[in-house]
T-cell receptor, first 114, second 112 residues
């Protein structure tokens, strides 16, 4: 089954404790990205990757890191989480962003930083 | 930067009525315009999309229209049903970079 898988689904952590949210897709998609969803602000792009070893900042990259060492995986790293990073996070992948293709979303990760 | 504005932010209709959500975009070279539906507690999923060489596309009760001159596109839902209640997002990927920015979403409520 074609899918994007995120883990964990729920996470409560303390300020400053490094964490990683994993994202994996099995569709051989080139483009992957991370979003955070907050009430009234919609889906805001954090980082995106056009292919292996190629990443770039989205609209709200501060406080986040990403890596793309393999085509299927695109982890989101919070080196020192803060309470303002409490949010619902989605990973998404698409075949080709430039030509415009459907984005498939993971099931979401609800992160709470206390 | 690229900008996608979506209106209204909330929309309440009676079952059976039509609903229209509009998005405007800034990059005149954008050529792909998708709409996503996010039900409560679930992930966004594509419901319909249109490319710039087409003015309108229909899929049963939903349709999307595109006005490239005015740089706006709209989602039309006819004969609304309670299961259409959700948040709807538009996107207009810019042609000049690889970002994928969404509108802020429209919460559609269909009252029985």
């Amino acid at each position: 089954e074609a899918q994007v898988t995120q883990n964990p689904r729920y996470l409560i952590t303390v300020t400053g404790k490094k964490l990683t949210v994993t994202c994996s897709q099995n569709m051989n998609h080139e483009y992957m990205s991370w979003y955070r969803q907050d009430p009234g602000l919609g889906l805001r792009q954090i980082y995106y990757s056009m292919n292996v070893e190629v990443t770039d900042k989205g609209d709200v990259p501060e406080g986040y890191k990403v890596s793309r060492k393999e085509k299927r995986n695109f982890p989101l790293i919070l080196e020192s989480p803060s309470p303002n990073q409490t949010s619902l996070y989605f990973c998404a992948s698409s075949l080709d962003r430039l030509r415009g293709t459907e984005a498939f979303f993971g099931q979401g990760t609800r992160l709470t930083v206390v | 930067g690229e900008n996608v504005e979506q209106h209204p932010s909330t929309l309440s209709v009676q079952e059976g009525d039509s609903a229209v959500i509009k998005c405007t975009y800034s990059d005149s070279a954008s050529n792909y315009f998708p709409w996503y539906k996010q039900e409560l507690g679930k992930r966004p999923q594509l419901i319909i999309d249109i490319r710039s060489n087409v003015g309108e596309k229909k899929d049963q009760r939903i349709a999307v229209t595109l006005n490239k001159t005015a740089k706006h596109f709209s989602l039309h839902i006819t004969e609304t049903q309670p299961e259409d209640s959700a948040v709807y997002f538009c996107a207009a990927p810019p042609a000049r970079n690889y970002k994928l920015t969404f509108g802020k979403g429209t919460l559609l409520t269909v009252n029985p």
